[in-house]
């Protein structure tokens, strides 16, 4: 009984040890911060940028999205879903923040954001509008 609980006892601190290693290790080298990006195959270009810049961690907030064609002609009527969270933690984001309104000249609100940690965070935006679909995928650190 008591090498069950040595035992028991070890693999709590491993599996602890090992979180609190992963939570600790700095977001990779060279991750590309931009906020404007091209998405995955190309079919849109966006750019996001939190509603108010002041936001701090914690604060539910909202961004906005501005979605042009390559060319720079803006996207309308573009159904947008979010999703994301933290790579090196292993979990999504907080909320479920959705599209909540489209403001004209390709830009769109996302409301219901949420970063509860500091660290490396993807938000990730899908597109679809005049039916074609693509993704892309921002690095944010806060
Ligand atoms: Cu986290």
Redesign the pocket.
């Known amino acids: 009984m008591k090498k069950i609980l040595i035992g028991l006892g070890i693999v709590v601190i491993a599996i602890v040890g090992f979180m609190a290693y992963k ?1 600790l290790q700095p977001a990779p080298e060279g991750l590309n911060m931009a906020t404007t990006r091209p998405t995955v195959d190309g079919v849109f270009v966006v750019s996001i940028a939190p509603e108010n810049p002041d936001f701090r961690r914690n604060d539910l907030h909202a961004w906005i999205a501005t979605v042009k064609m390559p060319d720079g002609t803006p996207v309308e009527d573009a159904e947008i879903t979010i999703d994301g ?2 790579p ?4 999504g984001l907080p909320t479920n923040p959705e599209m909540t309104q489209k403001l004209g000249q390709g830009r769109y609100k996302i409301d219901g954001v949420r970063f ?2 500091g ?1 490396w ?1 993807e938000f990730k935006l899908a597109i679809t509008a005049g039916g074609k679909s693509d993704a892309v995928t921002f690095n944010l650190k806060f």
Not at 88 to 91: A, P, V
């Open positions: 939570m969270g933290m090196m933690h292993g979990h509860n940690m660290g965070w």
